[in-house]
């Protein structure tokens, strides 16, 4: 199904599911962009357009959409124990607690709304969290709860791909423009811009294999922990 052919009530749940509106907290977090702004090394449209496409090329973001994709997979043959074992890794491979705690608490809140919205997900959150041992929680990551909501709302597996990677640069530039500050123009044409970037990460997504699951993200590590000692701070990462 491509997005000519997805029907109506497909794309309205897409749209839903990738709104910045949506109440999860995206709209809080700034993944470093906060450090780096205040030490001004992003500090124009020029230098924020260009982190955000080398994040797109090679940062944790591949990684994490990779993640979703399997958990839409998982998704689609209810398989617990993949989806247990994703989620699981995903949090593992996290590199600063801040940034864990992000994937959690935004994965919490997705879950939560989902099952609000659709009480039959339950049967498949309810063991992520749960874990192998019930007495143990295991917090569901962001990525992983998008896969299996968007699976269980028959979205269009590429168009899910492509609305999630688009969800979080809106998200990166949505900050970007508060901090630097830029006019929202300026946010609107760098969007408009990494299309091309947007499209062919989303086209690669589905190749990875599991070796293939790696990052180059050294620079959003130090930014996301020097976060923490900044003077002011308007981000919660």
């Not at 109506?8 to 977090?29: D, F, I, T, W």
């Not at 994490?64 to 699981?88: F, H, K, P, V």
């Not at 500050?181 to 299309?195: D, H, K, N, S, V």
Request: proline share 3%; net charge negative; with cysteine.
């Amino acid at each position: 199904m491509s997005l000519a052919t997805i029907n109506n009530q497909h794309l309205l749940r897409l749209l839903q599911l990738a709104s910045p509106l949506l109440p999860v907290g995206g709209y809080s977090y700034s993944e470093g962009l906060e450090s780096l702004i205040a030490r001004e090394i992003i500090h124009d449209r020029m230098t924020l357009q260009a982190w955000i496409e080398r994040e797109l090329q090679v940062g944790a973001i591949r990684v994490e959409t990779a993640m979703m994709d399997r958990a839409y997979l998982a998704g689609l043959e209810s398989n617990i124990e993949r989806l247990q074992y994703w989620n699981q890794w995903l949090s593992a491979v996290r590199e600063t607690e801040e940034l864990r705690q992000q994937s959690w608490q935004m994965g919490g809140s997705l879950a939560k709304l989902a099952i609000e919205l659709t009480p039959e997900l339950q049967d498949l959150i309810t063991p992520i969290v749960s874990g192998v041992y019930p007495q143990r929680h295991q917090p569901c990551n962001y990525a992983i709860a998008f896969g299996i909501i968007a699976q269980h709302w028959q979205i269009d597996r590429s168009t899910t791909i492509a609305a999630y990677l688009h969800s979080w640069v809106t998200n990166s530039l949505g900050a970007g423009v508060k901090l630097i500050p830029l006019g929202q123009t300026a946010g609107q044409q760098i969007l408009w811009e990494l299309q091309v970037e947007i499209d062919a990460l989303a086209q690669t997504i589905p190749c990875l294999a599991d070796e293939d699951l790696y990052a180059c993200s050294w620079g959003l590590s130090l930014a996301s922990m020097q976060h923490e000692t900044l003077y002011s701070r308007l981000f919660r990462s």
